[in-house]
């Protein structure tokens, strides 16, 4: 029987808490097809607008092991730059992956960077093995809001 996973990775940015969740996370959909066009395709909401229930999708490029993910927020907070969202199709859903959720929350630190911090929990199929998907999980994530992070020192006056 398939138990339920976890795996977490923590983030060090000199970018401030606020800037870096829009953009590296309520905004990523936005970004990433210009950041990342080599990882993803495109990005676009299918309902809602970044509130409790929307849903987004990714599409990616043949660099990924699969085509597209949708994920719907289940909660969101940005004045705590918080949030928690579920995989609902795609990205491994019904091949490998029964169920699979994260929780994001980038925090403030002293020196006024950030630090993220994400906890993926995942249920496998039954017979299904991980090897080094998580290693690679863990990377695409720092890849994430190491790009977003990039892109807002480069330019100070982004999502202030």
């Known amino acids: 029987m398939a138990s339920t996973n976890s795996w977490t990775v923590e983030i060090e ?3 401030a808490a606020t800037r870096l969740f829009r953009a590296g996370v309520m905004d990523w959909h936005t970004l990433a097809p ?4 080599h990882i993803v395709a495109s ?3 299918v309902e809602g607008e970044g509130n409790i ?8 490029t043949s660099a990924m092991p699969f085509s597209f993910m949708k994920e719907k927020l289940d909660f969101v907070d940005a004045e705590k730059c918080e949030c928690k969202s579920t995989l609902i199709e795609g990205g491994g859903i019904g091949t490998t992956i029964e169920t699979a959720t994260s ?8 020196s006024g960077g950030s630090v993220v911090k994400v906890e993926s929990t995942y249920k496998l199929l039954p017979g299904v093995e991980v090897k080094d998907e998580i290693t690679k999980a863990k990377d695409s994530v720092t890849n994430i809001f190491k790009g977003a992070e990039a892109f807002l020192i480069a330019n100070p006056d982004a999502y202030n």
């Open 34 to 37: 210009k950041l990342a066009p």
């Open 13 to 15: 940015s000199p970018v």
């Open 103 to 110: 929780h994001i929350k980038v925090e403030t630190t002293a």
């Open 53 to 60: 229930g929307s849903v987004r999708q990714f599409n990616f």
């Open 43 to 45: 990005a676009h909401p």
